[in-house]
């Protein structure tokens, strides 16, 4: 029986993505783990491995499709043996074909989005995953979170639910939504000011996640901001002799691996401030794992470095340059950017004085730092120059009080002008 390829979810929060590069043609034999396709998502372009042996029957959605959805029929593959015929498949079209206008082109007015609520979950343990279509790692993956399967399209051979698959669908011990909230109406889209040249550019599938996810956080996450002026000289000295003492190493550290650092420490310092909102309920995180802002062509993305506060300095280092070097070249894999308990944003290199970044949902904090300046300063019970970072921390007040806030503030203080607390 031929066995349908269909669009895979490679993250939580594809829907669609672009079939951007076939890395095989029909005829081709393919066996588990060969590279067929590269796809771009809102996050990243990743490739695409063959989980079954065959042949490439057909190609149904040709290379440099967008906005194919997540389930669609991009090929077929013939089991070892078989003979299939060129089966009749709907080839995804990027930019489906328009009517002409026959009437007033005006925009109608934006119109409120209304979704269906949400079905009550079952409670897990009342889960039975048995008959669900799935394969072994999905299936004990469900079993272990509380997950029902039911519901769920799967993505790998013949709709089998595949590990990718369970990030669409929400945990069973999560609470229900609690009282409705007011639906944000859609903002209006207006033309651009008459006669004004310009040009029109299509958003990518990563500038459309960032507006969406933006909007949402603005609207939906009520946020409280604090800021700390700090005396950076002495993280600057040290800084220095750890990277001449690292130099054979080819390790060297940048002023913001320290800071993240200082971060995890600070947090687990005040641990009320890792921690994540989740309606009626708080989840409170054993360790800090830290999302640190990236820019990329097209957008900013957030790859994770683990367990920041038990990492050495040095790790810190590999890895923040790793992620970074692969988030530029759009290499990330979804665990490389899945998660977080917080994200830090840091302008400094850029000139920036200060920044008031905007939370990254669902965490809780993101703290945003700007570039050191000198300035005259209290030092030794006199006025001399310093040079002084301002950090701003934005904070979702449903889950971090003002009191447990400024503690964490203050500790971030404490170990940027106190370094030798970060290396210890």
């Not at 390829?5 to 588990?32: C, H, I, Q, R, Y």
């Not at 300046?373 to 030092?379: H, Q, S």
């Not at 921390?393 to 500790?411: K, N, Q, T, V």
Request: proline letters at 8%.
């Amino acid at each position: 029986m031929a066995i349908e390829l269909k669009m895979p979810a490679l993250s939580p929060t594809m829907e669609k993505g672009t079939l951007a590069k076939w890395l095989v043609k029909e005829g081709d034999a393919v066996k588990p783990g060969d590279l067929i396709a590269e796809i771009e998502t809102d996050k990243a372009t990743m490739e695409f491995e063959a989980i079954d042996e065959g042949t490439i029957a057909s190609i149904a959605v040709p290379a440099g499709t967008e906005d194919v959805a997540v389930g669609t029929v991009i090929a077929m593959i013939a089991e070892a043996g078989e003979t299939v015929s060129a089966p009749v498949l709907e080839t995804v079209s990027a930019v489906p074909a328009a009517a002409a206008p026959t009437q007033d082109p005006t925009p109608p007015p934006a119109k409120a989005i209304v979704q269906a609520p949400a079905p009550v979950p079952t409670p897990a343990e009342a889960i039975d995953n048995s008959a669900v279509n799935a394969t072994p790692l999905a299936r004990r993956i469900a079993t272990v979170k509380g997950l029902s399967l039911f519901g769920i399209t799967g993505t790998g051979a013949r709709g089998r639910i595949v590990k990718a698959d369970l990030g669409l669908k929400p945990l069973i011990a999560a609470p229900a939504t609690a009282a409705a909230v007011a639906t944000p109406v859609a903002a209006p889209v207006f033309a651009p000011p008459a006669g004004v040249p310009n040009e029109t550019v299509k958003l990518s599938g990563m500038r459309k996640t960032i507006a969406r996810r933006l909007t949402q956080s603005k609207q939906t996450v009520p946020h409280f901001y604090l800021t700390a002026h700090c005396r950076i000289d002495a993280l600057l000295s040290l800084r220095s002799e750890l990277n001449a003492s690292l130099a054979a190493r080819g390790v060297k550290l940048s002023v913001n691996d320290l800071v993240i650092k200082a971060m995890a420490l600070a947090m687990v310092r005040e641990p009320d401030t890792n921690v994540q909102f989740a309606g009626e309920e708080m989840y409170h995180f054993g360790r800090v794992d830290i999302a640190m802002a990236v820019a990329i062509d097209g957008g900013l993305i957030t790859p994770v470095i683990r367990d920041v506060a038990n990492l050495a300095l040095s790790a810190v280092a590999e890895q923040s340059k790793q992620l970074a070097t692969k988030a530029r070249d759009g290499k990330l894999a979804p665990e490389d950017y899945q998660g977080g308990t917080a994200s830090i944003s840091n302008l400094g290199m850029y000139g920036i004085d200060e920044m008031i970044p905007v939370i990254n949902p669902p965490q809780a904090l993101i703290l945003g730092i700007g570039s050191g300046i000198e300035k005259p300063w209290k030092v030794d019970g006199g006025i001399a120059l310093a040079t002084i970072m301002t950090a701003t921390a934005s904070f979702d007040h449903r889950a971090i009080d003002g009191a447990a806030a400024a503690r964490f503030m203050a500790a971030f203080r404490d170990l940027i002008e106190a370094p030798m607390q970060i290396v210890c």
